[in-house]
């Protein structure tokens, strides 16, 4: 699938603010790609496919899960606000030619992390955090951050994104706590 593919296909699956969204999630995707020597097609192409299963129904997300189980592994014991990250990634893989680990990886995380994420794991995630329509408090930090130090910047947007989940009174996703204790480690003096 090429990126003007995917650019039509979730036209036409997403309404008009998601897809700007997955617009300008591109957009950072490929600036964080290009400042940190990634591939800037697999970070435009996982941009864009990121969020093809955002607005499917719970149901069609569990059926997608059940018919793919093997792919899915744990998929359906996630919170269910991380299952479109990985339904994403099944459809990708199944039904839209996207056979590169990289880009599913990627497509798989970018609401969760997870440890040892790779370069594009981390350019997808923090995109996706830092999108040019995002406007919650400390985004400008994370901005700045992502392009001076994309681990300390993710440490935090995890920190965050964990800090909300609680305050909200939801269930973390066990991921992302992982993904979270994993960055600190790699941070920390030795």
Not at 4 to 17: F, P, T
Not at 75 to 90: L, N, S
Request: hydrophobic letters at 45%; glycine letters at 2%.
């Amino acid at each position: 699938m090429t990126c003007e593919d995917a650019k039509k296909m979730v036209k036409q699956r997403l309404s008009a603010k998601r897809y700007r969204h997955t617009l300008n999630v591109e957009k950072m995707a490929v600036a964080l790609a290009q400042h940190y020597g990634a591939d800037t097609e697999k970070a435009a192409l996982a941009a864009l496919l990121h969020d093809s299963a955002k607005e499917l129904p719970k149901e069609q997300l569990l059926q997608i899960f059940k018919e793919n189980a093997i792919i899915a592994e744990n998929a359906p014991q996630c919170p269910p606000p991380v299952w479109h990250g990985y339904a994403a990634a099944i459809l990708c893989q199944t039904q839209w030619q996207v056979a590169d680990p990289e880009i599913l990886s990627a497509i798989r995380c970018h609401t969760t992390g997870k440890p040892n994420m790779s370069l594009l794991d981390k350019i997808l995630y923090m995109a996706d955090m830092i999108s040019a329509e995002r406007d919650y408090p400390g985004v400008e930090e994370l901005r700045r951050l992502a392009f001076e130090n994309l681990d300390i910047a993710l440490c935090r947007a995890l920190e965050r994104t964990l800090q909300f989940v609680e305050e909200e009174g939801k269930t973390v996703d066990p991921q992302s706590a992982a993904a979270l204790a994993y960055i600190r480690a790699c941070l920390a003096p030795t």
